[in-house]
Structures are given as structure tokens and as C-alpha cells.
């Protein structure tokens, strides 16, 4: 069951989307004064080094932030989200070095308003990665701001909703590893917006040739459309790597594309990833199969 290991996959394409898109969310919901609650149910371990032994190996940042901030060479030129993205990644490095990648717990943290008594509640299964997260939120000294939990955060999640603040996101990112991840999102969701229905949902699904990941968006869709909420559907696909040389190995294609899908989304977010994603395509883009769609109801 726990072979994912987030370290391999930090700072990869499907990260890019899916951290400019919550910290988009974030810095509109911090605009109001009453306090905000995080629920980030698969939390993963924190931080990550991008030259440590886990990124390394695959090296999937490589053709992610790295080649993202590399190949932007005036930041001024990017999209303001694509911007801000970049900008919070670097607040965690020493300027010019891109060596430390900080996975949602941090970024969220980062943004995170103690004055306004928001709360950040974390949840990790895997041994090795909540003994790292609980290391690392340790090092933070955020006290009560933020809380971590060695436990399913499907099943968490359910005896935290309704928050007490009343105004909350919950980040909901398995590594769909296990097929019954898909089903397990779509019934959390189904709960989600019976128990809280206000809450902003945010959802990330890789889109991979199975039939349970083709259907979680639509799922979502029904779910979303059947409580009369509105929605937003972004998804990016980079393509397979280029073939190699020859006499060099081929690099597997890797996951190619994926997508975040979000319930009561900030009226914001549209127009945000209107202009980032066609940029994320023209700098991560490998051609064939490169790729992005905005829906929203
Ligand atoms: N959200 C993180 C980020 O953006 O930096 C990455 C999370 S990673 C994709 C998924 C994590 O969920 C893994 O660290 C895995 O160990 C953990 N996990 C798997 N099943 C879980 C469950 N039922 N409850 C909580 N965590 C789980």
C-alpha cells in the first residue's frame, strides 16, 4: 500500500498546477477577516530537497519548477499566478538556488494568517512521511496554528466537517495509487457538501488511461452540479518526453497530464488560470500530446 513516496514526484508538472492553484485560492480566501481553516487530508512530508536522494532519482522536477523558473527569464513577463507560485517557492530558498521544494503543508502555512487564527490540520498515513512532516511542522514553531495526524484523511475529514470557523478548504491529493482512491474522493466530496456545503473543495486527479480516473471529473461534476455549486476543471499535459538519442535509454513517459477540480471556487480563479495555463504549456510543453482545458460551471 505505501510505496509513493511523494519525495520522487516534488516539484513535477502536476505539483506546478497544483500548488499555483492553491496558492491562487488561498490569497483570495485570506482577503476576508474571519478566520480560515486548511484540511489537507494527504499531506505528504512537508519538504523536500530537489538534489536529495528521492527527487534525484527520477529527477521529475527537472522538467517541472526547475525548468519553469529556468526558462522564465523576466518573471515580470509572467502570468500573475505563475509569478506568485514562483515567488512563494523561492521565499523557501537562498536567491539563485532552487534546491529546497515545499510540498502543501508549507505553502499553505506560509500563507497562513496567525493574527487571523487560522488553522491548518494535516493528515499523513505513511510512517516515514508523517515522522518527517511532524519534524518539519516542529521547526516551524506555529504551535496551535497547525496540527498533524498520523490517519486515513478520508475518514478525518469527516469528523472535522463542519469546521468551527465555518470557513474552510480542504485539499484533497491521494496518490491514487490504490483504485479505490477514485471512489474514496468522489464519496468524500459526496460528504463533504452534505456536512459543509460552503467549503472550497480543491481536488487533484492525474489523467491516466483508467477508466476510475476518466470518471472522476465527471463524478465531480455531478456531485458539484447536483448540490448547486459551482465548479472549475483545470487540467495540463506536458506530453511524453522526447525520444533519446541513440545508444541512451528511453525515459518512461511518466504521468503525462493532470487536473485539480474545484468546488466553490474564488470568482477569481478563472480569469487566473485563463492566463497561466496557456504559459505552463508553452514552458513545460515536451509538443506532442501538450495540452491544457479551463471548464467551470
Ligand atoms: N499534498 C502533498 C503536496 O502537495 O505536497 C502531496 C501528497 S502525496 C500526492 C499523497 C500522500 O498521501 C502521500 O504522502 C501518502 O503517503 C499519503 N496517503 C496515502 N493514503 C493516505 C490516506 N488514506 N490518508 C492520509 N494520507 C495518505
Known amino acids: 500500500m505505501f510505496s509513493y513516496r511523494h519525495a520522487f514526484h516534488a516539484g513535477a508538472h502536476p505539483d506546478v ?3 499555483t492553484m492553491l496558492i491562487a485560492i488561498l490569497r483570495h480566501l485570506i482577503q476576508k477577516d474571519t478566520a480560515l481553516t486548511v484540511v489537507d487530508t494527504h499531506a505528504g512530508a512537508g519538504l523536500y530537497r530537489l538534489d536529495g536522494d528521492y527527487a534525484g532519482t527520477s529527477g521529475e522536477a527537472a522538467d517541472g519548477v526547475i525548468k519553469l523558473a529556468s526558462s522564465l527569464e523576466d518573471l515580470d513577463a509572467a502570468a500573475p499566478a505563475i509569478r506568485d507560485y514562483l515567488e512563494v517557492i523561492a521565499g523557501f530558498n537562498t ?33 516515514t512521511d508523517s515522522k518527517a512532516l511532524a519534524g518539519n511542522i516542529a521547526q516551524l514553531e506555529a504551535g496551535r496554528q497547525v496540527s498533524v495526524a498520523r490517519e486515513d484523511g478520508f475518514e478525518g475529514l469527516k469528523a472535522f466537517l463542519p469546521p468551527p470557523s465555518r470557513r474552510a478548504l480542504v485539499l484533497i491529493d491521494p496518490s491514487y495509487e490504490i ?3 477514485y471512489a474514496k474522493v468522489a464519496a468524500c466530496i459526496q460528504d463533504g457538501l452534505k456536512r459543509f456545503a460552503t467549503g472550497v473543495y480543491v481536488v487533484w486527479y492525474p489523467i491516466v ?3 476510475e480516473a ?38 518512461g513517459p511518466g504521468l503525462t497530464a493532470s487536473g485539480m477540480f474545484v468546488i466553490n471556487p474564488p470568482h477569481t480563479l478563472k480569469a ?19 495540452g491544457h482545458t479551463l471548464e467551470s460551471a
Open 214 to 251: 476518466h470518471d472522476l471529473p465527471r463524478r465531480l461534476k455531478t456531485l458539484a452540479n447536483k448540490a448547486g455549486k459551482p465548479w472549475l476543471n483545470a487540467t495540463l499535459a506536458i506530453g511524453p518526453p522526447a525520444a533519446a538519442p541513440a545508444g541512451l535509454p528511453q525515459r
Open 179 to 181: 483504485k479505490s482512491d
Open 95 to 127: 536567491p539563485g538556488q532552487l534546491k529546497i521544494y515545499p510540498g502543501s503543508p508549507f505553502i499553505t502555512q506560509r500563507l497562513l494568517r496567525p493574527e487571523a487564527r487560522d488553522k491548518l490540520k494535516l493528515f499523513e498515513m505513511h510512517p
Open 209 to 211: 488511461p483508467r477508466a
Open 272 to 290: 487566473a488560470m485563463q492566463a497561466a495555463l496557456p504559459q505552463y504549456v508553452e514552458l513545460l510543453g515536451r509538443g506532442r500530446g501538450q
Open 17 to 19: 498546477i497544483k500548488h
